[in-house]
């Protein structure tokens, strides 16, 4: 094996070293196949060979739209042993942003399931003076893919050496680049070093309790940094991983039962839809060990009604694919449920005032944070991530977050809102998860989100989105009313909206301008 120029094994070389001592043992769990850690570790290599040999060369760019699976998997972490940086997207992504996201990253290869070979393709024909590679198929091609030059990825796969490549990885070379979710505007590239997402990866395993036995079910899509959280701290322990293509509530209850699953992350629609898959019918969740909620906030009757289930409880984690992370942890939630914990070991969190001042205990400001899990920066966007610093009285640089927060006097975070999703009415600062957190204890509500709309008089005014519980006959007035009862003046919403579904991401989160949208030029009194 070739030496890693850095004195701390990175990634690649932790994985080679996995493939050597740990065998015969588990690494990945997929539709019925199953990988040792020998086996991933020989895929692996070869998929990094292969692309070697297709002409790939160190911080190449290489975009991944591919469904959940083994080929997913083995392309991202090939990718990164070639010294390749691996850009996985979003397959909700609409086909414009799609084209941008790939201009943006400068992509040197593409790799594409079968179900989005086409989306690809004609990507690929307007990108095709700039785009200077071959798209490679996750499963076997068909003939007319490949007369339209793209290569099998099981073909590149059997006909490529599975020693370890000859790359010399260094700690400062970019890793991967994960795109924003896009929830607040143009989505940015996130920037991620090898040295960087391996320190992440120890400091979350650690806070989330991650070890060799490890059995981590994912079942969100690997291009998702929740996926990330879950699968590189997994990986650095040595432990297996459970991959499902698709979220499915009943599925995953009886996974965490025929594979005595200990660990998962998934965001808080998802635990509402286990927990309500539960009651229909329960089962054996006691392998359980460690579970992390994050992407959008666990209110605190959800997260109560997940204590009820799991014995292990749920560790709510609050962060920034950027760098800021804050974890609670499950002894310390009672009598503190709304929290969002306290910094990730070795990091650091204070909160800012609209005139970049520290604030004192109690008062809501922006979050911001130092510590080395921190992005270098935005992809090719020097004003962004120059935007996103903050510097401390002794000139040391800070991440703003774009989040409203306080701390306690124990130094416990609580998230009071999305700084863009704040309601400016009538000159009083108006954080819709305050109005959010009430509306959702009603026993007629599911759901609820809460937007700015257009007031002649205040300027804006609060309006509830709501999805009701199944069966409830509750009107929306009567709702509305309850919340009136129970808010602040200014908090009062004007109008509360029966919705099916609320608009969201595949991360979970709402998508508030979607509904602000539905508002159109609507103009309240």
């Avoid at 966007?381 to 409203?404: K, V």
Wanted: negative net charge; charged residues 20%; aromatic residues 6%.
């Amino acid at each position: 094996m070739k030496e890693i120029e850095s004195p701390v094994p990175l990634l690649p070389e932790i994985i080679g070293l996995h493939s050597k001592w740990l065998g015969q043992k588990e690494a990945a769990v997929c539709a019925g196949q199953r990988l040792s850690w020998s086996e991933f570790g020989a895929r692996i290599n070869a998929v990094a060979n292969g692309l070697i040999a297709l002409g790939l060369k160190k911080g190449d760019t290489v975009v991944v739209l591919m469904s959940n699976g083994l080929p997913m998997l083995e392309t991202l972490f090939g990718v990164m042993a070639a010294g390749g940086v691996s850009v996985p997207l979003n397959l909700s992504v609409p086909d414009e942003a799609l084209s941008s996201m790939i201009e943006d990253a400068s992509a040197k290869f593409i790799f594409a399931s079968t179900d989005q070979q086409q989306r690809i393709q004609d990507v690929r024909e307007k990108l095709a003076p700039r785009l200077a590679a071959v798209c490679v198929a996750a499963q076997n091609c068909t003939d007319d893919a490949t007369v339209k030059g793209w290569i099998c990825f099981e073909e590149m796969v059997v006909g490529s050496s599975t020693e370890c490549p000859n790359v010399s990885i260094l700690p400062d070379d970019y890793l991967n680049v994960i795109y924003s979710s896009g929830t607040t505007g143009l989505p940015k590239g996130i920037v991620h070093t090898h040295q960087g997402r391996r320190d992440w990866a120890y400091d979350l395993a650690i806070a989330l309790r991650y070890h060799g036995g490890a059995r981590t079910l994912l079942t969100i899509g690997l291009y998702s940094n929740i996926s990330w959280v879950a699968m590189l701290s997994t990986v650095l322990a040595g432990g297996t991983l459970i991959i499902h293509k698709q979220f499915d509530p009943e599925r995953f209850l009886e996974t965490v039962e025929q594979e005595a699953v200990t660990h998962t992350a998934m965001v808080p629609i998802q635990f509402q839809r286990v927990i309500e898959a539960y009651r229909k019918r329960p089962r054996n969740v006691t392998s359980m060990h460690a579970m992390m909620a994050c992407g959008s906030p666990l209110f605190e009757q959800l997260k109560q009604e997940i204590f009820a289930v799991f014995p292990c409880g749920i560790v709510e984690l609050y962060g920034l694919t950027e760098g800021i992370i804050t974890t609670l942890e499950p002894e310390e939630a009672d009598g503190r449920w709304a929290s969002v914990g306290k910094p990730l070991i070795g990091t650091d969190i204070c909160i800012v005032g609209d005139d970049d001042k520290v604030v004192p205990d109690g008062e809501s400001g922006e979050i911001v944070s130092r510590g080395r899990i921190s992005m270098p920066g935005y992809l090719s966007r020097p004003s962004a991530t120059q935007e996103a610093i903050w510097l401390d009285e002794r000139g040391r640089q800070w991440l703003r977050s774009g989040d409203i927060g306080r701390l306690d006097e124990q130094g416990y975070l609580y998230i009071v809102d999305r700084k863009k999703d704040m309601i400016l009415s009538g000159s009083q600062n108006i954080y819709p998860q305050d109005i959010e957190a009430l509306l959702v204890k009603h026993p007629a509500v599911s759901e609820v989100a809460v937007v700015g709309a257009k007031s002649l008089r205040w300027g804006e005014t609060p309006v509830a989105f709501v999805v009701q519980e199944p069966g409830s006959q509750t009107g929306g007035d009567e709702i509305r009313d309850w919340c009136n009862e129970r808010v602040g003046k200014q908090q009062r919403i004007t109008e509360l909206v029966f919705v099916n579904e609320l608009p969201r991401n595949p991360n979970g989160k709402i998508l508030k301008r979607e509904l602000r949208l539905l508002q159109g030029d609507k103009v309240y009194d």
